[in-house]
């Protein structure tokens, strides 16, 4: 990745495209909505609650992020997107249950008027879920055509200089690499063919590349880790990021599983289980969409522990993830983690988290730093896989031949020195002798 001579301005009305107008985009967008009118603040988010130091420590030079570095500012954004479901941003809201009516009530002129556009959806990939709005077409070809109407008529009606897209929408069926995966050539035969290997989520990140619009993955699918996507991002200069949303058991194991490693604590077994009650829980109670998931969260503490390199304290983990649908938790999820370690001479000890939380309160504060942060790369002139903003991610997209980053602490130094190495400041190592010489 080279540094930029210059990072474009971020002028103009960015567009933000989200396919899948559920309950984590319609928190997105009435939270951004809500901060814009004084109703509330922008916790969670990195780009407009974080600070960066530069320099020394003795310099005491912390500006905000979003101060240091050039990013649209929440008032140039337009929401758009794509549902299965015909409600309107205020109309999903309210029927999510997230946020409190009252707060809904105060934002309600604001969310009326975003509507979604009718959704590339087919249930062989999604098989708890139905809607009527939805488009029709001969194939795949014809839909991701139809795709790249509504962006461009999106960008007209909005007045957009820029715009991003963020798969918003539900967990698919788990997906291997097959060969129509493998070339761009070999990709678009399959979308005149309708390949049951392509799903619709690459349907929509194939007609985002096409119009020169990064793309983020905030679900576990295949989508883009897929060579004839990553070739055609980077041939036509488009950033790309993901995949799912950090929020809740997997944020915790990726804050405590590093700790543990630091001091050289061994792990037995490690035994996770969640009830929740909204669209995604009853998504995830599909077998074929719940082994999507399930890889996605079991791959981090094998990442982060390296058993490899430290066989006598988790070569022997025993790791366990269960998702259970339960209806009256709606958004509240809870996570259960039994955690059995081991100390001093083996000696056994355990650890209990109970996290009580709202996924979709996790995951709006990550939508919104996503988008200002691939707009940066887009006006950087980076293209393909972003993997400094792995810190957002479960399953982060990475390099072929390298492994991906998950411990949480090495992600965030790995952003803020990416922020520094883009605006020409010196990357900070913590090594920290120069204060004593």
């Not at 999903?92 to 809904?104: C, F």
């Not at 793309?215 to 055609?232: E, K, Q, R």
């Not at 998931?293 to 094998?302: F, G, T």
């Not at 809870?334 to 000696?347: A, P």
């Amino acid at each position: 990745m080279d540094r930029p001579k210059t990072v474009a301005p971020a002028d103009g009305t960015l567009g933000v495209l989200l396919p899948g107008m559920g309950a984590v985009a319609t928190t997105f967008i009435a939270g951004v909505s809500a901060v814009r009118r004084g109703l509330g603040l922008p916790i969670g988010s990195l780009s407009q609650m974080g600070t960066i130091r530069l320099g020394k420590r003795t310099d005491g030079i912390t500006p905000r992020i979003k101060d240091f570095v050039p990013l649209a500012s929440l008032d140039q954004l337009a929401f758009g997107g794509w549902d299965i479901f015909e409600d309107t941003a205020y109309d999903a809201a309210m029927r999510a249950g997230v946020l409190r009516p009252e707060l809904l009530g105060k934002l309600q002129q604001d969310l009326t008027r975003i509507a979604p556009m009718s959704a590339v959806f087919d249930r062989h990939y999604v098989k708890r879920l139905d809607g009527p709005n939805v488009k029709k077409g001969a194939n795949w070809r014809d839909l991701a055509d139809q795709l790249a109407d509504d962006i461009a008529a999106f960008k007209q009606r909005n007045g957009c200089a820029r715009m991003v897209m963020i798969w918003c929408g539900s967990t698919e069926i788990h997906l291997a690499q097959s060969e129509v995966h493998q070339t761009l050539e070999r990709f678009e035969r399959g979308l005149g063919d309708r390949d049951p290997a392509i799903a619709p989520s690459m349907v929509y990140a194939y007609a985002a590349i096409k119009a020169g619009v990064p793309f983020a993955n905030g679900a576990p699918n295949l989508t883009v880790d897929i060579p004839a996507l990553l070739s055609f991002a980077r041939d036509r200069g488009v950033p790309l990021v993901g995949k799912d949303f950090k929020t809740g058991q997997t944020l915790m194991k990726t804050i405590i599983a590093p700790g543990l490693k630091a001091r050289m604590i061994g792990i037995r077994g490690w035994f996770s289980t969640n009830i929740l009650g909204n669209r995604d829980g009853e998504v995830l109670d599909d077998p074929e969409s719940f082994k999507t998931k399930e890889e996605s969260k079991l791959s981090v503490l094998e990442q982060i522990l390296q058993p490899e390199k430290y066989p006598e304290l988790y070569e022997h983990l025993y790791h366990k993830v269960r998702i259970n649908y339960y209806p009256p938790r709606g958004d509240d999820k809870e996570g259960w983690d039994n955690i059995d370690i081991f100390g001093w001479l083996g000696y056994p000890m355990q650890i209990k988290v109970d996290f009580l939380c709202k996924d979709s309160i996790l995951a709006a504060p990550l939508v919104l730093d996503i988008a200002l942060f691939l707009d940066l790369a887009a006006r950087s002139g980076w293209r393909g896989i972003q993997e400094w903003m792995s810190f957002f991610f479960k399953s982060p997209m990475h390099a072929p031949g390298l492994y991906p980053e998950h411990d949480l602490f090495i992600q965030a130094m790995k952003l803020k020195n990416t922020l520094r190495f883009l605006m020409g400041e010196e990357c900070i190592t913590h090594l920290g002798n120069e204060y004593y010489d």
